[in-house]
């Protein structure tokens, strides 16, 4: 995933809430939201323990990934679950498959 930018959900532990993030270096964001939550932060993330990854997609330009990051945060939750389901029907934590 080098030089690419990433689409990503995360979810918390009990996979109840969802939050959707654009970056260009996943494994720094990724610990970002662990960071977060591990110090109380005010952060949506930090607020509800988002950090393990459940999706991602990659794109070539920053503008692709942002427009795709738009677009589902616009969606209701079951569709975003499909997507995931698609993707990760186990709803695995994928945090290691990227570190």
Known sequence: MLDKYVVYIITNKNKTTLYIGVTSNLQKRLSQHYFDSEH???????????????????????????????ELKKWRREKKETLINNFNPEWRFLNNEVF
Not at 41 to 53: E, M, P, Q
Not at 57 to 69: D, G, L, M, Q, V
């Open 40 to 70: 109380a932060k005010k952060s949506f993330a930090g607020k509800y323990n988002c950090y393990y990854l459940i999706y991602y997609e990659t794109f070539e330009t920053i503008n692709e990934a942002i427009y795709r990051e738009k």
